[in-house]
């Protein structure tokens, strides 16, 4: 079992900055790949990012060069610095992460871009 908590989402004027962190513990052989997902109110889950061990990363088309995905393997963690911000970055991000072939995923914390 792998459990997930997720810390920095809050309010932020638009061109702001927000680094996001999710640690996963439990008992945990191997995490691979580990992600952020948002969703904005009255819209699917996307996939914002995803990093897979060794560092190759995906991004979605609305986030490059703004946001950029990290992992500490050594603790874990996986993190989502988000530049740049826009008023549609609103949404509830949630970190997930896959485990031996099954999903996880975080109680998800609030991003909200002000004007």
């Known amino acids: 079992q792998v459990q997930l908590v997720e810390s920095g989402g809050g309010l932020v004027q638009a061109g702001g900055s927000l680094r996001l962190s999710c640690a996963a513990s439990?008992?945990?052989?191997?995490?691979?790949?580990m992600a952020w997902y948002r969703q904005a109110p009255g819209k699917q889950r996307e996939l914002v990012a995803r990093i897979i061990s060794g560092g190759r990363t995906t991004y979605a088309d609305s986030v490059k060069g703004r946001f950029t995905i990290s992992r500490d393997s050594a603790k874990n963690t996986v993190y989502l610095q988000m530049n740049s911000l826009k008023l549609e970055d609103t949404a509830v991000y949630f970190c997930y992460v896959d485990h031996l072939g099954r999903s996880y995923w975080g109680q998800g914390t609030q991003v909200t871009v002000s004007s």
């Open positions: 439990g008992s945990i052989f191997s995490i691979d790949p």
